[in-house]
């Protein structure tokens, strides 16, 4: 039963070009999370997607930083004109529901290196 | 609003060492709690969930209770090992409060030395 998997693990993107960044959830799940992490600091979480639908952006930057999660296929997170400040490791999660006590399942992350 | 407050780290142990790592919470329902471990390059694995109040969680030899009077979850081991070496996060996950959106803590890094 594979878990949820992101790719690539490793982005390595000059400054002005854009990163995407996939995320397949878990086998049924329709509930993925983005998050990003700095170094030495916690989860920041960034947007909240069903499929077809953004359920909750409010993390996101109002500029450069988009999300889908399409019918078919992965979640994308779309980051334009990179800066170095974007720099940081993206983590996806997926959960079957929304019921207060369902944990959710990362994986394994993106790191972004912006130069 | 929702909040979780960890205690700073890094804590640095001994092998064989008993461990606390403390987390306070404030939330506006009635929230389920989680302890994730994440290792050094990893995602976030769930160590272990507590769903109301005086349950205990439990998994690899952690152990955290959920005390809904002093609204703590602290997650305890009675002997770390070097593998347990990682981050720690606390998390509280209210739909009662009106968001789907999981609430984490800032993360405590454990260091066990040989």
């Known amino acids: 039963n594979a878990g949820v998997m992101q790719n690539p693990r490793h982005l390595v993107r000059r400054r002005g070009q854009e990163a995407r960044l996939r995320c397949s959830p878990m086998?049924?799940?329709?509930?993925v999370y983005w998050y990003r992490q700095l170094p030495e600091e916690g989860l920041k979480f960034m947007v909240y997607?069903?499929?077809?639908?953004?359920?909750?952006e409010s993390g996101m930057p109002k500029e450069r930083f988009s999300a889908e999660f399409p019918k078919e296929g992965p979640s994308i997170l779309r980051i334009q004109q990179v800066v170095r400040g974007d720099s940081a490791a993206y983590f996806c999660?997926?959960?079957?529901?929304?019921?207060?006590?369902?944990?959710?399942?990362f994986g394994p992350g993106t790191r972004l290196t912006v130069t | 609003g929702n909040s979780v407050t960890q205690m700073e780290g890094p804590v640095t142990l001994s092998e064989e060492a008993f461990l606390t790592i403390n987390c306070t919470y404030t939330?506006?329902?009635?929230?389920?709690l989680f302890w994730y471990v994440q290792y050094p390059g990893e995602g976030l694995q769930l160590l272990l969930k507590?769903?109301?109040?005086?349950d205990k969680g439990s998994n690899k030899g952690f152990e955290a209770t959920y005390r809904k009077e002093t609204t703590s979850f602290h997650l305890e081991k009675g002997s770390v090992q070097v593998s347990d070496s990682a981050v720690y996060f606390c998390?509280?996950?209210?739909?009662?409060?009106?968001?789907?959106?999981?609430?984490f803590g800032r993360g405590t890094s454990l260091i066990v030395h040989p």
């Open positions: 999660a997926s959960s079957p529901g929304t019921s207060g006590n369902v944990e959710q399942y």
């Open positions: 086998k049924g799940h329709s509930h």
């Open positions: 997607l069903q499929k077809e639908n953004i359920i909750d």
């Open positions: 939330a506006t329902g009635y929230p389920s």
């Open positions: 507590a769903t109301k109040a005086d």
């Open positions: 998390a509280l996950s209210d739909q009662g409060g009106g968001s789907y959106i999981p609430t």
